[in-house]
């Protein structure tokens, strides 16, 4: 069985939060969509439920976080090259997302990252394929 992750995100304005999305090439689950929340379909088997904010107080007892002050979970979303890195990154520039950190290069990895509408940090990630080393014995 294939897993799937289902992201559950607050968000202060739904519509705004999909056209962001929705800029970056993303769709929506119409099934799953209606005035309280919004089913965002990133691939297959990833998922997010962007949430009114007085909506995902239903699910919880507790506060949600200030994503200006504080930071509550980083979606890292991985990338089929170093290119497709800096399409996805630039869409969700050019959409409205803001700086929130310097992209990371190394020899076997490239990422980059923003902030959506409300915040939420996501990194895109191109790792290259790491080859187990030959046994010596």
């Known amino acids: 069985m294939?897993?799937?992750?289902f992201v559950n995100l607050p968000v202060k304005d739904l519509k705004v939060s999909m056209s962001f999305?929705?800029?970056?090439?993303?769709?929506?689950?119409?099934?799953?969509?209606?005035?309280?929340?919004?089913?965002?379909v990133i691939s297959d088997t990833i998922y997010v439920m962007l949430l009114k904010e007085d909506f995902y107080k239903s699910f919880t007892h507790k506060e949600i976080t200030d994503t200006a002050i504080y930071s509550e979970v980083i979606m890292a979303l991985s990338?089929?090259?170093?290119?497709d890195v800096d399409i996805l990154v630039d869409?969700?520039?050019?959409?409205?997302?803001?700086?929130?950190?310097?992209?990371?290069?190394?020899?076997f990895m490239y990422s980059r990252s923003f902030q959506d509408p409300d915040?939420?940090?996501?990194?895109?990630?191109?790792m290259e394929?790491?080859?187990p080393e030959e046994d010596q014995t």
């Not at 970056?24 to 929340?37: K, Q, V």
């Open 2 to 5: 294939n897993r799937m992750i």
């Open 129 to 131: 394929e790491v080859k």
């Open 79 to 83: 990338a089929d090259s170093r290119e």
């Open 21 to 40: 999305f929705q800029a970056l090439g993303w769709t929506f689950n119409p099934t799953y969509t209606n005035d309280d929340a919004a089913c965002l």
């Open 119 to 126: 915040q939420h940090l996501w990194e895109v990630v191109y």
């Open 91 to 107: 869409k969700a520039f050019a959409a409205g997302a803001t700086y929130y950190n310097d992209p990371q290069v190394y020899d």
